[in-house]
């Protein structure tokens, strides 16, 4: 028999190239042959670009959650200013942000296969300029109508969306075992924009403003960092031909029962991070009004941003915790803790404290952290595990595309509370008070905690979904 030595020579050269695709750069910052589930080309090259691409995405979504939160600080500054609003149309400015934010984050999660990740977070960026440069233009007139001012603020959204595209962007860079951490380095980032805003705006406003405020600042000072992300993301980032949409895994997540499930407590864990921290501002403004601003020499200084800060912090570790206790475990844990922190609160605010006050809203913050990460984390495991897909045999391929596609579905849904929460506050204030909102917010935690409990931590004889 005659062995054809010139095929198993070519074969056995070749074999390494099959194995190890090589990756082709592209004009335009396009890299085609991505692969990061091949372990030799991650470790060759792809970890080096994944990060590089993480870095500046961090960076960019960072700067969409400051304009995101900027009219949360913005509006209690509005009286030393000359504007005169009432307390209705104060929260909608406040909360009008997060709900063209939560819309946009639908269709800024189908971006990235469109145009590519770098080019979109170019124009993510990009249009971050136009609330931002709005917002110094309206409040440096105290004769701007209500309507106009609606709209810039509503423009501020933009920030909001950013977080969509950006999460389905990392997606692609990273394998499923650096996926989670990646991801929630990159949502903990942005998170932190909406502390950094509530820090910097008091200050930026008040300083070399000789006693009064200088509002248009709270816009102007974020122009030149949107510039450098542009910037960055124009010189740094990666397009990768491999980033597909998936229109069709979307259509079917909105068939399975458990996204609706998820975003519901999603709405309770992330909305209510969102919403808190667009309202905490106000409500120190209007509870302890001495403690609104504290002076530090020429510069004012806000507390609120311990809230948000805090939160986004825990948001990692949550979901850390999670993968050891489980995350239906650790979001049932949270939401009791959200529900008993509130009582305390509603129960302790004639003590009239501020400390206490501030201490309880951090604890509150904390909590939705922890949810925010534990929640996030059940997301691929339900659907893996517990799905319609997965009972009726689908392939794990087919379930982690169905996890992928009602991660963003679920994310954008989740923001509505931020558009919830102030809105529930502003019904409230008509009574004269915000007890009954507060009083409503833990009778949504407990009903959030019974629907967690009942499809996730049941037995699993009881329930065929089993433990998450």
């Not at 670009?49 to 993480?54: E, G, M, P, T, V």
């Not at 030393?80 to 406040?94: E, P, R, S, Y």
Request: charged fraction near 10%; hydrophobic fraction near 55%.
């Amino acid at each position: 028999m005659t062995v054809d030595r010139s095929t198993e020579i070519l074969t056995t050269e070749q074999a390494p190239t099959a194995l190890v695709p090589e990756l082709e750069h592209r004009p335009g910052r396009w890299i085609a042959n991505w692969d990061a589930e091949n372990k030799e080309q991650w470790e060759a090259a792809g970890r080096s670009i994944a990060k590089r691409n993480l870095y500046w995405s961090i960076f960019a979504e960072f700067l969409g959650f400051v304009v995101w939160q900027l009219w949360s600080i913005v509006v209690v500054q509005l009286p030393a200013a000359g504007f005169k609003f009432d307390t209705n149309q104060i929260f909608w400015l406040i909360s009008i942000p997060s709900l063209v934010g939560a819309t946009l984050r639908i269709p800024y999660t189908f971006m990235v296969p469109r145009f590519g990740g770098r080019n979109w977070t170019i124009v993510s960026a990009l249009l971050l300029l136009i609330p931002t440069a709005g917002l110094a233009l309206c409040v440096s007139n105290p004769g701007t109508p209500f309507g106009v001012m609606l709209l810039v603020a509503g423009l501020a959204g933009f920030g909001g969306g950013n977080f969509a595209s950006s999460m389905a962007n990392i997606t692609f860079f990273y394998p499923a075992r650096e996926k989670g951490w990646a991801l929630g380095l990159n949502a903990a980032g942005g998170n932190l924009g909406a502390a950094v805003a509530q820090l910097v705006v008091p200050i930026a406003v008040t300083v070399l403003a000789a006693g009064t405020v200088n509002l248009p600042m709270a816009g102007l000072i974020w122009i030149p960092l949107i510039l450098v992300a542009a910037f960055g993301a124009w010189k740094y980032m990666n397009n990768l031909t491999s980033a597909k949409g998936d229109v069709a895994g979307s259509i079917a997540a909105l068939k399975e029962p458990h996204l609706w499930v998820m975003a519901f407590l999603y709405i309770g864990t992330f909305g209510s991070f969102i919403g808190f921290s667009g309202v905490f501002p106000k409500l120190i403004k209007d509870y302890f009004p001495a403690f609104s601003s504290m002076h530090l020499g020429a510069v004012v200084l806000s507390l609120a941003f311990l809230g948000p800060l805090v939160g986004s912090l825990a948001r990692p570790y949550g979901g850390r915790m999670a993968d050891r206790m489980g995350g239906a475990r650790m979001t049932v844990t949270a939401f009791a803790a959200m529900a008993v922190i509130t009582l305390t609160m509603i129960w302790t605010l004639p003590l009239k404290n501020f400390w206490l006050f501030l201490l309880l809203f951090l604890f509150l913050f904390t909590a939705s952290g922890f949810g925010n990460g534990a929640t996030y984390r059940m997301i691929p495991v339900i659907f893996a595990t517990s799905s319609r897909a997965a009972l009726s045999g689908a392939k794990p391929a087919e379930t982690a595309r169905l996890a992928a596609s009602s991660l963003g579905l679920i994310s954008a849904i989740g923001a509505y509370g931020g558009f919830v929460i102030p809105q529930v506050l502003n019904a409230s204030s008509a009574s004269g008070s915000y007890t009954p909102a507060f009083y409503g917010f833990v009778g949504a935690y407990v009903l959030m905690l019974i629907v967690c409990w009942a499809c996730y931590l049941r037995k699993a004889n009881r329930n065929a979904m089993g433990h998450i």
